[in-house]
């Protein structure tokens, strides 16, 4: 069963980067550039959000939250999405997740932890 996976979260202080790693296991998707590719992103006690999204030829979207501060891109040799998050926030506190701009609910991986603490 495909399920994405998510890596490279942790703990950093506010104004901090981290840069985010969106895989695949359990199955190959043949023509991943194909696929439009969107990360999300669920804080404790609220409902997961959309965070950015990227098509094919690599133009993205991004929440207002986090415009300016994020960089979704894509590596469709490696059939991987990164997420660059600078100038980290409190309120960037969340588990991130990344799946298709509209979610298949069995592809949810575990996704990584990202923690913005002083």
């Known amino acids: 069963q495909v399920q994405f996976v998510e890596s490279g979260g942790g703990l950093v202080q506010p104004g901090g980067s981290l840069r985010l790693s969106c895989g695949t296991s359990?199955?190959?998707?043949?023509?991943?550039?194909?696929?439009?590719m969107a990360w999300y992103r669920q804080a404790p006690g609220k409902q997961r959000e959309l965070v950015a999204s990227?098509?094919?030829?690599?133009?993205?979207n991004y929440a207002d939250s986090v415009k300016g501060r994020f960089t979704i891109s894509r590596d469709n040799p490696k059939k991987t999405v990164y997420l660059e998050m600078n100038s980290l926030k409190l309120e960037d506190t969340a588990v991130y997740y990344c799946?298709?701009?509209?979610?298949?609910?069995?592809?949810w991986g575990q996704g990584t932890r990202v923690t913005v603490s002083s």
């Open positions: 359990g199955g190959v998707f043949s023509t991943f550039g194909d696929y439009r």
């Open positions: 990227i098509d094919s030829v690599g133009q993205s």
């Open positions: 799946n298709f701009p509209i979610p298949v609910n069995n592809y």
